[in-house]
């Protein structure tokens, strides 16, 4: 099984630059997820999803947006970067019974 | 609003040593607590859960123990390896975080040397 897949692994990006993160399921989880994790930091939630058609913000959504129009994706956009967004992101999936979730292997974005 | 503190690293052991890393939590009702890993390069994989009172998750030989009275998941290994070197978060979903988002510690850096 293949999980959450995250790509690409790594990005560096120019200040103003425009991306998409991409992310997607192989599990049919309904909930998805958004994080950022900064150096000696916890993760923070940026965005989430509850289902196709359904996101709302977590905790640090500014400068970020998403889309979920199928139930396996769940791409975070970048729309003008800052060197502030430089992190690791991380999505995750989870299922309706109350499971834990599970996580990509992240992608490292540096904004210089 | 809920919240987790964890010890702060890194933790330096020597393999087969005795590991603690501290994990308290600030939350109302009866939140359920979680042990995430994250070895270099990877995401974080479920460690071990407890959802109530008094349960012990455990799993690889890592236990941690849901105290309510303490607000505590403390986790422990009688016997560090080599191959535990990693980091290591606590989290915990709340009764009230509005679709079960986990709120996580920042993390604690375990490195085991020979």
């Known amino acids: 099984n293949a999980g959450v897949t995250q790509t690409p692994k790594f990005r560096i990006l120019k200040i103003g630059q425009s991306m998409t993160l991409q992310c997607t399921q192989d599990?049919?989880?309904?909930?998805m997820y958004w994080y950022r994790q900064d150096p000696g930091m916890g993760l923070k939630l940026i965005y989430y999803s509850v289902g196709a058609g359904i996101t709302d913000k977590g905790e640090v959504p500014n400068g970020y947006n998403v889309s979920r129009s199928t139930t396996e994706d769940f791409p975070l956009r970048l729309e003008l970067a800052a060197p502030s967004q430089t992190s690791v992101y991380f999505c995750a999936s989870r299922d309706l019974k109350n499971q834990p979730q599970h996580f990509g292997d992240g992608t490292r974005l540096s904004i210089l | 609003g809920d919240s987790v503190t964890q010890m702060e690293g890194p933790v330096t052991l020597s393999e087969e040593a005795f590991l603690t890393i501290n994990c308290t939590y600030t939350a109302t009702g009866y939140p359920s607590l979680f042990w995430y890993v994250q070895y270099p390069g990877e995401g974080l994989q479920l460690l071990l859960k407890?959802?109530?009172?008094?349960d012990k998750g455990s799993n690889k030989g890592f236990e941690a123990t849901y105290r309510k009275e303490t607000t505590s998941f403390h986790l422990e290994k009688g016997s560090v390896q080599v191959s535990d070197s990693a980091v290591y978060f606590c989290?915990?979903?709340?009764?009230?975080?509005?679709?079960?988002?986990?709120?996580f510690g920042t993390g604690t850096r375990l490195l085991v040397s020979p």
């Open positions: 599990m049919n989880h309904n909930y």
């Open positions: 407890a959802t109530k009172a008094d």
């Open positions: 989290a915990l979903r709340g009764m009230n975080t509005g679709f079960q988002k986990l709120v």
